[in-house]
């Protein structure tokens, strides 16, 4: 509160919308990108241990293909979040008539 007001009124009539597809994904999305650090932990311990013999070209492809899946998870998982902020409910932050001045141009 400040000021006595209150910042973020929820507007009337404003429901929030059924969840889908967003809160499964997000439920995956931890487990998912711990295997993946997992596994890409456990595959350079495999390399600079010497047990997995990769030519420098192939090292590479990997790491490629490895930081490309961590971009796409973070992306995936910014666009979850997005869709469930955008399914809540509605809120009005500072609702007051726009002077008509202004509204002319």
């Given at each position: 509160m400040l000021n006595g007001m209150n910042w973020l009124n929820r507007l009337p009539g404003s429901r929030r919308?059924?969840?889908?597809?967003?809160?499964?994904?997000?439920?995956?999305?931890?487990?998912?990108?711990?295997?993946?650090?997992?596994?890409?932990?456990?595959?350079?311990?495999?390399?600079?241990?010497?047990?997995?013999?990769?030519?420098?070209?192939?090292?590479f492809r990997l790491l490629g293909l490895t930081g490309f899946v961590v971009s796409a998870l973070i992306t995936l998982g910014i666009g979850c979040v997005l869709v469930v902020l955008m399914k809540g409910h509605a809120y009005v932050a500072d609702a007051y008539p726009?002077?008509?001045?202004?509204?002319?141009?």
């Open positions: 919308a059924p969840s889908g597809l967003e809160w499964r994904i997000l439920r995956a999305y931890p487990p998912l990108l711990g295997a993946l650090v997992l596994a890409g932990v456990f595959g350079t311990l495999l390399v600079r241990g010497g047990f997995l013999h990769l030519e420098q070209q192939e090292l726009m002077p008509d001045d202004q509204m002319k141009d």
